[in-house]
């Protein structure tokens, strides 16, 4: 519960721009396509764990929890968590997929390139 997953490698290797997803698997997913990540294990966020992502030098927060109701609610969670601390965006999914690690490569690339901040996306 008060564990972020991948966030050792992010502060070991400085990463100022972090993806955040729900679930490991995705974050791995993003890793292998040499994408820092970081997941909650889940679509919640405790303080612990907000005490110790802001300890981290993280710059911007690239959020890119599920495609679905739940998703989208913890979307806005960490919105509201790290909106005024972060640079925090958003990304596109395409139609019919659900999670990142259900997108191809190029889907990947598009999603970067097509990212919103999060204020103009959700407002």
């Not at 721009?17 to 994408?35: F, Q, R």
């Not at 907000?50 to 030098?57: A, P, S, Y």
């Amino acid at each position: 519960k008060n564990h972020v997953y991948g966030l050792f490698a992010i502060k070991k290797h400085g990463f100022k721009e972090v993806w955040a997803v729900e679930s490991e698997i995705d974050a791995l997913y993003l890793w292998s396509m040499g994408i820092p990540a970081i997941a909650f294990g889940g679509a919640s966020i405790n303080e612990v764990q907000k005490k110790i992502i802001l300890n981290t030098g993280i710059e911007s927060l690239i959020i890119a929890t599920d495609n679905d109701v739940v998703g989208h609610r913890f979307a806005n969670v960490l919105k509201n968590e790290f909106g005024g601390i972060f640079n925090c965006s958003r990304i596109s999914f395409p139609e019919g997929v659900k999670d990142v690690n259900e997108m191809t490569p190029e889907q990947l690339k598009q999603a970067i390139k097509t990212s919103e901040n999060f204020i103009k996306f959700y407002v």
